[in-house]
């Protein structure tokens, strides 16, 4: 039994970097989301409202796009490699995508951090600064780093797929009529979405954002180039989440004692989102004007449609678990729960995630609902429902995963255990907190992505204090969570002694591959279906978008680069008005 | 394919759930009458609001008996009218109210918080929400999308006032001069429009007085308006009456009031 690391000494390297890269955006992440958190429910500020903008940007961006997408490339490098047991076919290749996200993470950092600066410099003749939030909606303007530096990191993992393709080509040649091994299987799916998907937000920067901020073209059409973020917006949440179910459906079934349910079923679910993630964008746009009601209502019976994969996952993960359960002793309707292994924090951190997510399936069946919708889009609710998809099942997913890939990556032991196992926990304390005082706020009315969410016309009708009081305390309590993560795979890097890690190998499942007809292995048909089946939805809402608002956008659209105070001068008015406040105290 | 049964049962229950999901839906949406914001408004310059109908001069006008359009105007950072700038949108109690949306520069949002009023506003599209209004009350417009710096400062107002409080007529412009010579008349030009679909009527009422001789006038006049209609009356003073000094005026339209003073002089200046 070794561990990856044994068996792929160079290629661990590339997985470990990936994740060191993704821990580095948690952190980031992390600490701007108890920034904003404290700020907006009036517990305290330590940034201006403007800078508010800049630190809900770098949060957005450094979680769900670095955070996320790093651990991703590290978790699809070691499911293609260790279950195709072979190495990459060229490893300069490898770090060669690794490369190119890399800068493009360090440029869209840039120019989001420009906003910090007092006097941002100009370069590339705009001024450096990014406060156009994760979705960068038109015309508010970034600077072209941030614009290129999505591409570049994109191109990335564009690179990184056909790095995987290669290596089950290469497979494929050596091994002709064998079933796709299931974890390859997952990940060559999910990549073939990703391709579909990112077209959407390629073409919107490549065409339309990254020549207009560079001044080569003076208009956009805000309906168009937000209808093709949302083209690619929806389909990354699976993106994200597609790891975490391949991590539930390999890793957690062998932690919980037992073995995968049913393989035929796992294939069924992935080649199911595949089809159904993209073409149900438009569901983030039920209010926008210029967007007939049908095109809304397919998309809406589209979303519905994606419930199934995941109520399929449902079924075969807690299956599995039973079984698991069982095959440790495990007894009674019930009582086999209490074989589960709940001291170890990769199978409790992965198991409280899928509650959540179950959770936040059904705050999303509300979103997804066209009518109910409008009363809550844009309200707290929704940040309250992706804290419990992406902010939890997936994060939670990761940063348990992470107790079982350092060791298999390093082949250090992992130090901490019980830190690691009290770290799952209150994160799951923390969101329980946090979501459901913003789902209950949104329902009152309370705008997200807004610095200080109280007016002078009127009152919300109801208790947004407690509220704030429980959003502040879930924050306080993550925070404390990411900083015991933290501790634990420091102590783990640093102090971990080397041998006794278990290995890596994943058992078979209880129904294999041979349950299936081979036509689930056809990545071709299915991709087939999954571009016509987009092409179906959305060639005619973008053809109406274009013919209604033009390419480029009406004569009369400006454009509004962002940018805000800076840091020099809120320090300077924060310690006058200190200054001023203390004066009065003592005079008075 | 080889499924366990179980699984069977599990996955048509599945679907079960996921059609009768929809059908909840489509039922809720439309058998309920909740039409979505979609693409049956014309599409508008953004650069060019004051050339496009219903944005040249927004806010509310009747439509019929108790129905109302009301244009708005979304800017960085209020609402045109709604805010505190450009005053505060009233529509009577027992009304229904056609929204109609529009942005001049970014994208932003127009809710009414606690209420299903809640659109996105796109610069270059209108978003039109139909709403029914009962009771008086007053609710709070915010913008749910961010759209700059201060977008935490962009609110507004839809006060629904009782019946019998609310008009739609506008005192425009009241035409008075700053100074006459002694025994001349001062007149008054004053421009009131309707904003009611059907004929009414309102009172202008114009007070005058020189607080130094104590001398004063009251006129009331009766306006006649034909459906969203503009009427022009004129007050005269007699100067001989209220003699030299100044004297302060106003002219109250319903709750609307424009109010100045003119000098009486003995003899006026040439201008050479």
């Known amino acids: 039994m070794s561990t990856f690391v044994d068996d792929f000494p160079a290629e661990a390297k590339v997985v470990r970097s990936s994740m060191y890269n993704a821990f580095v955006a948690l952190a980031i992440g992390a600490l701007m989301g108890i920034l904003q958190t404290l700020y907006r429910t009036d517990v305290f500020h330590f940034i201006s409202a403007e800078q508010y903008y800049t630190v809900l940007t770098a949060h957005g961006v450094f979680m769900v796009i670095s955070f996320t997408i790093w651990f991703l490339v590290g978790v699809f490098a070691w499911a293609v490699i260790s279950s195709l047991d072979r190495g990459v076919e060229d490893l300069r290749f490898t770090w060669a995508w690794f490369g190119f996200m890399t800068v493009g993470t360090l440029l869209a950092a840039i120019a989001i951090f420009g906003g910090f600066m007092s006097d941002p410099p100009e370069v590339l003749g705009s001024e450096l600064s990014a406060d156009v939030l994760f979705t960068f909606y038109a015309p508010l303007e970034a600077h072209p780093f941030f614009y290129i530096g999505l591409v570049l990191f994109v191109v990335g993992t564009w690179l990184a797929g056909a790095d995987w393709f290669r290596s089950y080509l290469a497979w494929r040649s050596e091994n002709p009529g064998e079933r796709i091994p299931l974890p390859t299987f997952m990940v060559l799916t999910t990549m073939i979405m990703w391709y579909i998907a990112t077209l959407g937000v390629a073409t919107s920067i490549l065409v339309f954002l990254l020549p207009w901020s560079l001044g080569l073209v003076d208009t956009v059409n805000p309906t168009l180039t937000r209808t093709l973020f949302w083209f690619f917006g929806h389909p990354v949440v699976y993106f994200w989440l597609m790891p975490a179910y391949l991590l539930w459906y390999t890793l957690l079934p062998k932690l919980a004692g037992g073995r995968l349910f049913s393989d035929p079923l796992a294939r069924v679910v992935f080649v199911l989102f595949l089809l159904l993630s993209t073409p149900v964008g438009i569901h983030h746009q039920y209010l926008d004007p210029g967007i007939a009601e049908g095109f809304k209502f397919i998309a809406m019976t589209n979303t519905m449609f994606l419930l199934l994969p995941s109520l399929l996952t449902a079924f075969t993960v807690v ?46 069946m509300v979103n997804a609902g066209m009518n109910i919708n409008y009363l809550v889009h844009n309200t707290l609710w929704v940040p309250g429902h992706f804290h419990l998809t992406v902010g939890t099942a997936v994060a939670l997913t990761f940063m348990a995963a992470s107790y079982w890939f350092i060791p298999q990556l390093t082949g250090k032991q992992l130090v901490g255990r019980s830190i690691a196992l009290v770290q799952v926990v209150l994160w799951f304390v923390g969101m329980v907190f946090m979501t459901n005082a913003m789902h209950r706020t949104g329902m009152l009315g309370v705008p997200r992505r807004t610095a200080e969410p109280w007016y002078d016309g009127f009152e919300y009708a109801g208790n947004v204090a407690e509220h704030n009081f429980q959003i502040a305390l879930g924050g306080t309590i993550l925070t404390l969570s990411i900083l015991l993560f933290f501790v634990v795979i420091l102590l783990t890097l640093l102090r971990g002694s080397k041998g006794g890690v278990e290995g890596s190998s994943i058992p078979e499942p209880l129904s294999g591959p041979d349950h299936s007809p081979a036509v689930i292995d056809n990545l071709k048909l299915w991709a087939g279906i999954a571009i016509v089946l987009v092409i179906m939805a959305y060639t005619l809402p973008l053809a109406s978008i274009v013919e209604r608002g033009g390419l480029f956008g009406p004569d009369g659209m400006r454009s509004f680069p962002s940018g805000n ?6 320090t300077s008015l924060f310690v006058q008005m200190v200054i001023q406040n203390a004066t009065e105290v003592i005079f008075r | ?80 009218p709604g805010d505190e700038v450009n005053g505060e949108i009233q529509i009577p109690e027992d009304s229904e109210v056609n929204f109609y949306v529009t942005s001049r520069d970014v994208i932003h949002s127009f809710s009414l ?31 749910n999308e961010y759209c700059g710096p201060q977008h935490h400062d962009m609110e507004g107002i839809v006060a629904v006032v009782p019946e019998e409080d609310f008009h739609l007529f506008t005192l425009e412009d009241v035409e008075a001069p700053d100074e006459v010579e002694l025994g001349d008349d001062a007149t008054f030009d004053v421009t009131v429009s309707s904003d009611h679909y059907d004929e009414r ?15 004063e006038v009251e006129v009331e006049e009766e306006l006649t308006f034909d459906g969203h209609d503009t009427a022009e009356t004129t007050f005269t003073v007699d100067t001989d009456d209220f003699g030299t000094g100044d004297f302060d005026w106003t002219v109250t339209v319903e709750d609307e009031i424009e109010s100045g003073s003119v000098a009486v002089l003995e003899e006026l200046e040439e201008d050479e």
């Open chain 1, 565 to 570: 105070p800076g840091f020099l001068e809120y």
């Open chain 1, 319 to 364: 299956a599995s678990i039973e079984h698991g359960a069982r095959q440790r002793g495990g007894e009674g309707r019930l009582g086999w729960l209490k074989a589960l292994p709940w001291k170890d924090p990769v199978f409790t951190g992965m198991i409280f995630a899928g509650l959540m997510f179950a959770a936040g399936g059904f705050s999303g």
């Open chain 2, 201 to 215: 009527t309102t009172t202008a009422t114009f007070e005058a007085e020189n607080e130094t001789t104590g001398e």
């Open chain 2, 1 to 80: 394919m080889q499924i366990h049964n179980y699984e069977k049962m599990w996955l048509v229950a599945a679907l079960v759930l996921i059609v009768a999901i929809i059908a909840t839906i489509t039922y809720g949406t439309v058998g309920l009458g909740i039409a979505m914001v979609d693409d049956t408004e014309d599409t508008v310059d953004p650069g060019a609001l004051e050339e496009e109908d219903g944005f040249d001069d927004p806010g509310v006008t009747q439509v019929g008996e108790n129905e109302y359009d009301v244009h708005v105007i979304a800017y960085q950072f209020g609402y045109d």
């Open chain 2, 113 to 143: 918080v606690g209420t299903n009023v809640n659109t996105m506003v796109v610069p270059g599209e209108v978003a039109a929400i139909t709403a029914e209004f009962d009771e008086p009350e007053r609710y709070g417009i915010i913008c």
